[in-house]
Structure formats: C-alpha cells, structure tokens
C-alpha cells in the first residue's frame, strides 16, 4: 500500500526557515517524481514544487521560486521541502503528492498534510 | 502559465441527480486535464486523470469529457457521500495548475 507521511510543520516566525520531509513508503520510491501542494486555510490547491526521480530536475511555482527547495533522499525514501524567507502567506497545509510514473504529471497519490504557520 | 476557470463555485443536488462541472483553460492542454475530490478534512483523492481515465476503484458514476480548453466532469445518479469540493488541474505545462474548486452539497 502507498504511504505518504509529512511531518516538521508547525508555528514559525516571518523571515525565518523551516523544514518539511515526507517519509514514503509501499512503492519505489527512487522510480517516482514527487511534488509538494499547498492549501491555505479555505482556499484551493497551489502546486509548489516538483522533483525528478533521480533529483537532478526541480520546477517551482513563482510564489515560491528562490525561497523554497525541494530535495529527496532515495536512500531512505524520504522527500524534503526546504522553506526560508517565510511569508504570511505561506500559511497553509503543506501535501507531499506523487506524480504518477512514465513522465505524468497529475498526482496519484496524497500523504494527509502537515500544517505551516507562520505568524508572529 | 495556463490559467484554468473552474465553474460553479458551488452546488447543491439532492440524491440521485446529475452533477455538472466545468474547466476551461487558457491555453489548449490537448487532454491533460484531471479530477481530485476532496472532502472535509482529507487530503485530495485522484479520481480521473489524463485521457478523461477513470482511476482504479473509482465508480464508473464518475466521468468526464474534453479536449483542448473545454472540459467536462460529471457525476450521475450523485450520493450523499460525494459531498466535497471538487478540483480540475492541468498537467501540460509548469506550473501545474488547478481550477478553484466546486462545493458540492447534498440536500
């Protein structure tokens, strides 16, 4: 069974770092591009990030380009998204997604989200 | 970027009628365009992807049509556990973007 489980949200202060991961289990992981998608608080669904299988390749969505990055560790089945320069309007519900294989691009499978806040 | 314009905001159907969801793009996507579920409190839920393709153990209640910028998602015979908001995202170009979502509520 596909299991996607993000953790490292919490309360954070504007301007400073945080560090999500996602720990996946149930499939390959080192075959699957993953991403991360974002939901503010009664809003809809942003795409914020996508990494390759291998992690030579990454996409950001312009809300976030030169702030976050998205890493993954194949070795221990774990993706990462590093988040610096915080902004109010980063609060929201962060999901790890995988992008179905073979070079699709929609997501196939969701972890149940982690919570960002950033407020001071 | 592809802008997609997802309408109704919301609905509200009483059980057993045909539910109706429009997507339409600003650029032509050919036939990438997808369909999340989701409901109150759950991550989304993959229902239909690329090719208007049902996803395994979805009901075939579920479907949708399109291609190009005018795309379709309908639910027949709606059930009161298809409460939820409803989500169309394009996967043809970065950034991957989705529609606003549709409500849809039972009576």
């Known amino acids: 069974e596909v299991q996607l489980v993000e953790s490292g949200g919490g309360l954070v202060q504007p301007g400073r770092s945080l560090k999500l991961s996602c720990a996946a289990s149930g499939f390959t992981f080192s075959d699957y591009n993953m991403a991360w998608v974002r939901q503010a608080p009664t809003k809809g669904l942003e795409w914020v990030a996508s990494?390759?299988?291998?992690?030579?390749?990454?996409h950001y969505g312009d809300s976030v380009k030169g702030r976050f990055t998205i890493s993954r560790d194949n070795a221990k089945s774990t993706l990462y998204l590093q988040m610096d320069s915080l902004r109010s309007e980063d609060t929201a519900t962060y999901y790890c997604?995988?992008?179905?294989?073979?070079?699709?691009?929609?997501?196939?499978?969701w972890g149940p989200g982690t919570m960002v806040t950033v407020s001071s | 970027e592809t802008t997609v314009t997802q309408s109704p905001a919301s609905l509200s159907m009483a059980v057993g009628e045909k539910v109706s969801i429009s997507c339409k793009t600003s650029?032509?996507?050919?036939?990438?365009m997808n369909w999340y579920q989701q409901k109150s409190g759950e991550a989304p839920k993959l229902l239909i992807s690329e090719g208007n393709t049902l996803r395994p153990g979805v009901p075939s209640r579920f479907s949708s049509s399109g291609y190009g910028t005018d795309f379709v998602f309908t639910i027949n015979n709606v059930l009161l556990g298809d409460e939820g908001i409803y989500y169309c995202?394009?996967?043809?170009?970065?950034?991957?973007?989705f529609g606003a979502g549709t409500k849809l509520e039972l009576k």
């Open positions: 650029t032509d996507i050919d036939d990438d």
């Open positions: 997604a995988r992008h179905e294989n073979w070079g699709y691009w929609y997501f196939d499978f």
């Open positions: 990494i390759s299988y291998g992690g030579s390749n990454t």
């Open positions: 995202q394009q996967s043809d170009n970065v950034p991957y973007t």
